[in-house]
């Protein structure tokens, strides 16, 4: 795809098409350096004609809220998509089974499912992503996850094509599934069950208030920086930082969190390098401490 094949179509989408898009203020963290071309498509026909006319001679790379991601200081050499508002579209089918676009705010799914009495997506309303990034990393908390409440998705793959994956045909396991990673996640079936609006209502207040207890809110963070090593220890990785690593640790304008020691925050101005070494100081002496190799949670984008 060259320049005049992208102004070509712009000039014909109701998407935007733009070119050397800043990404800092499209992720939590305020970090990263530009992008080479930045399509937000507002139709599936207009995602799927614009992934035909690229066909697969470039990166790409889909973005959600932006709430786990850390791009890179230079130039991210590729396609940076970001779904539009008609791919957040949430209706109801048969009583206790959700349709969510995959651009759809979990917090907001949560509430439009306790405002319809379906029970089973309260944790949703303490997730600060996309269902579509939730799909991807089978994301959860309070012991539930995406994958208790899946039934299908709906994706289409790098070449243009439109598919359905039923949940028998997915492997979730820990902040993660087996779809390819050449899938861009259109919607999804979530099943529920009914329940009185009230205790639904309860159950949410009940999870926010835990969090808030726990977590650092409003502040340039990536959420969960590491994954719990479930399959090395049963410690939290939070205890292993907090008895591994000197607390105010920091490299630049990284600092990690005094209320949570999971979530690293940009205090200012920090760079991708400065979070990264970060990220790799407390690797390292987490490791060097307790033998346990720590895995990333947020996302890496290079």
Known sequence: MNLKDLENFSNNA????????????????????????????????????????????????????????????????GVVIKLGKNFSNLSILNKEII?????????????????????????????????GG?????????????????LSVQ??????????????????????????NNLIFLSASLKGKKE?????????????????KTQPTKIKTGGSTFKNPIDQTNKKVWELIKSSVPLDTRFGDAIISEKH??????KD??????????INFVQKKVFDTTGIRLSLEIILVE
Do not use: H
Request: glycine share 8%; with cysteine; net charge positive.
């Open 14 to 77: 109701s998407g935007k098409v733009l070119f050397d898009y800043n990404l800092n203020k499209s992720n939590w963290f305020n970090i990263g350096g530009k992008t080479k071309v930045f399509f937000k498509p507002e139709k599936l026909n207009e995602l799927v004609d614009f992934l035909k006319l690229f066909n697969n001679r470039g990166k790409i790379f889909v973005l959600g809220a932006g709430s786990n991601i850390l791009f890179k200081d230079d130039i991210f050499d």
């Open 99 to 131: 349709i969510a676009g995959s651009g759809a705010q979990d917090k907001t799914l949560s509430k439009f499912a306790s405002e319809n009495s379906l029970s089973g997506f309260e944790f949703l309303s303490c997730i600060p992503g996309t269902v």
């Open 134 to 150: 939730g799909i991807r990393m089978n994301s959860g908390c309070f012991n539930r996850e995406f994958k208790d409440i899946i």
């Open 155 to 180: 994706a289409v793959d790098t070449s243009g094509n439109v598919i359905t994956v039923s949940r028998d045909k997915i492997n979730f396991s820990y902040r993660k599934c087996d779809l390819n």
């Open 196 to 212: 009185d609006k009230k205790k639904i209502e309860k159950e949410m207040i009940l999870l926010k208030s835990k969090k808030d």
């Open 261 to 266: 020691c999971n979530f690293f925050i940009n």
């Open 269 to 278: 101005k920090a760079s991708c390098s400065d979070m990264k070494k970060l």
